[in-house]
């Protein structure tokens, strides 16, 4: 056989079935070969891999099954007539991770630039629906550049087919989006609409419009990693959750990723019991928080202290970093963390934090993820900017994802909770399932030194000695108000408990609720602050 075209040409004919058969391997071999060494050779020297070995490192060995190899466009003009490659520029399949069933999809950046046209789009069309009818996890392996121009709106329709089936499969299923290239355009939005979104520094970036349209609109000169690359998405704009030096490491961490998610929202994450002890005790949290409310601490020390094995993957690492996100195991099953983060803004919750959070909260009820939430919350971050930001309505997202979340739902106090962020952080008044607190907690309207300047204002003013008396009024705030047990007495605190006992006293609650069960009322859907 010869390619001409890159259309096989069958140099003699062949009869019988083991003709046949050798025809069909033939034509096969060179779909799976692509478009040649010399370009494969590009492609490495670009610092990437190629569609197939993408894939070969994702799934587990041998687990691939190709879906539509042979399939090829039907356009005309512009010279397309002359190149129908087989593939059409992305490879699409199935396999298993960890030996569950993973829908994959990968651009072929070799063929067309991974430029998605009309049959590049159906065969994604199919994949989807597939992933979503069998009920597993469907991963994205994006290195496109965008619509194929010379097929037109034919190619910009295939996007809509793509954004209309990520919303469809959003909350059923878990979309993983891998961005491995430049991705721009309509590219770029099927990666915003999904639940998780990986890139690899220096070679993949997402911009709706490129460096050059930027020029020409507005006049700023910016390079294509300074407009949308992995570092701005992690850092700045909040789209990547994860951003990583190499493909092999991404895509050994979309499979960490994996293995803590469900396959859909029908079935709960596998629990996967490991050698720490359930009832493993954590005297060194006494030694990593300190008593006095003032201090910072890296509450990642915590959740590694509390987790098994220590090993959790946090999400959105270093993107409003005043909150952690974070996915781990308690006792095997698989749980969403959410901690405030004294490092940074000693914690508070701000416009970005409330977004972070919300939508990992989401998340995690959707898939059926335990929620545990570590509270050290001073409050809202005071200023003009939030306010005209609209932290109202950004923090009013949060509360209404706790709210709305029938996982089950523990709540821990570690040191402070003032106001209103006390009651977003999943407080008990909220739903939360259980609510504890440690010796040390702090739970008021405000922190003393502020409830006594309002409350005692007059006397503080009018006493000989204003300084003597607004310490005098403060310590009797705290006796009055603040002391550790006056939340458990009301009730809301369930519990009162040594540091040390978190772990077990955590894993002993998840137990318990497993089976919980939460009734809501009939509806279409909420409509939370946007």
């Known amino acids: 056989m010869t390619v001409l075209n890159d259309v096989p040409q069958v140099s003699a004919p062949l009869s019988g079935a083991q003709g046949r058969v050798a025809e069909l391997h033939a034509v096969r071999a060179q779909a799976v070969a692509g478009p040649g060494e010399k370009a494969t050779a590009a492609q490495h020297a670009r610092g990437k891999l190629t569609a197939r070995e993408r894939i070969g490192l994702l799934l587990d060995a041998g687990s691939f099954q190709e879906v539509e190899q042979l399939r090829r466009h039907r356009a005309s003009g512009f010279g397309l007539e002359a190149k129908k490659p087989y593939t059409d520029g992305v490879v699409t399949g199935w396999g298993t991770v960890e030996g569950r069933t993973v829908f994959v999809y990968a651009h072929d950046f070799r063929i067309f630039g991974g430029a998605l046209g009309e049959a590049h789009a159906a065969k994604i069309h199919k994949i989807m629906d597939m992933a979503l009818a069998a009920g597993a996890p469907l991963v994205s392996l994006n290195d496109g550049a965008g619509a194929r121009i010379q097929e037109g709106v034919s190619a910009l329709a295939g996007y809509g087919g793509i954004f209309q089936r990520n919303t469809r499969a959003s909350g059923v299923i878990p979309q993983i989006s891998v961005m491995l290239g430049p991705c721009a355009g309509g590219a770029a939005y099927s990666p915003a609409l999904t639940d998780f979104v990986f890139m690899v520094r220096e070679t993949s970036q997402m911009f709706i419009t490129g460096p050059d349209v930027v020029k020409a609109v507005t006049g700023e000169e910016i390079t294509h990693n300074g407009l949308g690359g992995a570092d701005v998405h992690a850092e700045t704009s909040g789209v990547a959750h994860f951003a990583y030096d190499d493909e092999e490491t991404c895509l050994a961490e979309v499979r960490y990723l994996l293995s803590l998610l469900p396959q859909n929202n029908r079935e709960y994450p596998p629990c996967a019991p490991g050698p720490d002890p359930a009832d493993r005790r954590c005297e060194t949290l006494l030694d990593l928080v300190p008593a006095d409310g003032s201090r910072p601490y890296d509450m990642g020390e915590v959740i590694g202290e509390i987790v098994d094995d220590g090993e959790f993957l946090e999400v959105h690492e270093r993107w409003a970093r005043n909150i952690i996100c974070a996915l781990g195991r308690l006792g095997g099953q698989a749980v969403g963390i959410i901690a405030n983060q004294p490092m940074a803004l000693a914690g508070v919750l701000d416009i970005e934090a409330s977004e972070k959070a919300a939508r990992f909260v989401q998340m995690c009820d959707a898939f059926n993820l335990p929620v545990v939430t570590l509270v050290d919350v001073p409050g809202f971050l005071p200023g003009v900017d939030q306010e005209h930001g609209g932290i109202i309505r950004h923090g009013a997202k949060l509360l209404y994802a706790y709210c709305n979340a029938t996982v089950p739902r523990i709540s821990l106090i570690l040191r402070k909770a003032y106001g209103g962020a006390y009651i977003v952080m999943d407080s008990q008044s909220t739903g939360a399932d259980l609510t504890f607190a440690w010796p040390a907690n702090e739970i008021a309207v405000m922190g003393a030194e502020g409830a006594a300047n309002v409350i005692f204002r007059r006397q503080i003013a009018e006493a000989e000695d204003p300084g003597a008396m607004r310490a005098r009024m403060v310590k009797e705030y705290k006796a009055e108000l603040m002391h550790p ?32 069960h939460a009734d809501v009322p009939s509806r279409k859907h909420g409509n939370p602050p946007q």
């Open 485 to 516: 047990y006056y939340a458990a007495e009301r009730g809301l605190v369930d519990d009162v408990i040594d540091p040390a006992e978190t772990r077990e006293v955590l894993i002993r609650s998840l137990a318990m609720l497993r089976t919980k």
